[in-house]
């Protein structure tokens, strides 16, 4: 059942929690919503849900519109934000709930929550309450309540954020098999821009109330739709400049930093004299000899590592600071004071005009 929201909107009083959403999930996919805390997630998964009424605005679901349909005639298997177990139920009478509620008969509830307790890897737990379950185990027990009632649409909110990083991961990437293996249309929220993009179809990136950009993780990620969007997927350095020149292919772009470097025009708005920033990613510059076309001289001030790779903290002579992953073995050497030659990306820039 494919999810279509055309500009929902949900105002308290003066407050927008949700400005003016739209997008599309087709049936089987996953869109994630992403942004930091208080741009309208919540709120936004829960008017799909249909716990919250919208301002204005429609949700449609399979083709009917739903706006105002009650929760619990929609066809969605809801995990909240920190998943909310009955403490007092044990994990299989957890699971059992929504099979209760809607009547379904003893014999057909056990064998269900059987294929669930073993699809979850639960198996041999489905007597514990959930004070007895692991964090990630709790977990699974909320994801198994979801999906047990055969929904066709699944909304999950933040679901693993009370997991360790490694956990989050495979948890994650497990969710995401299981939603496919279902054929399940869902919306994900997060705040956590990496597991946005390794588990979502495509992503909504929301600020403010306001949807920034929707596209997939790379679409996002190379071709950020404003400074917002780049500076919170991924990591990003913005080095200040103008552009000096114009032409039919490329633009140029002198960068305060003291290196002139050429765009391609498509990508780059504006006219010759209008200032700006270039975005330019940590792991788009590489460590080089001096002499090179496209190299910045930095002046290092820190190096850290973080497994394979290592993040040289550096000073532009324009006082910019400046961040670069590369592969430790690249690094020459190089300690805090020394002098540091850095090669470049230009294909790998945006602009982002002032306004
Ligand atoms: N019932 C309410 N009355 C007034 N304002 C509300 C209400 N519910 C939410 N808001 C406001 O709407 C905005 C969006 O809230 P929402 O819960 O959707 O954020 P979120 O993106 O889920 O954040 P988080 O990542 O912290 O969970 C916030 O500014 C919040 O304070
Ligand atoms: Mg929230």
Redesign the pocket.
Known sequence: MDIEINHLRKT?GS?V?VADLSAKVPQGQMLALL?P????????LRMVAGFIEPTSGSIRAGGSDITRMPAHKRDTGLVF?NYALFPHMSAAENIAFGLRRRGVARAEREQRIGVMLDKLKLSGLADRLPRQLSGGQQQRVAVARALVINPSILLLD?PFSNLDAKLRESTGLEMSRLQREFGLTSIF?T?DQTEAMSIADTIAVMKD?ELQQLGNASEIYQKPANRFVADFIGRANFLPGHIADRKEAHVSIVLTAGLTVELQADGVGGSPGDEGEVLLRPEAISVTDAGQANTLKATVEQISYQGSIANLHGRLPDGSAIVASVPPDTLRGLAPGDAASLVIRANAMRWFGRR
Do not use: I, L
Request: some cysteine; proline content about 0%; hydrophobic content about 20%.
């Open positions: 308290y407050a929690a942004g805390s208080g741009c309208g997630k919540t709120t936004t934000q933040e929220v705040h109330g």
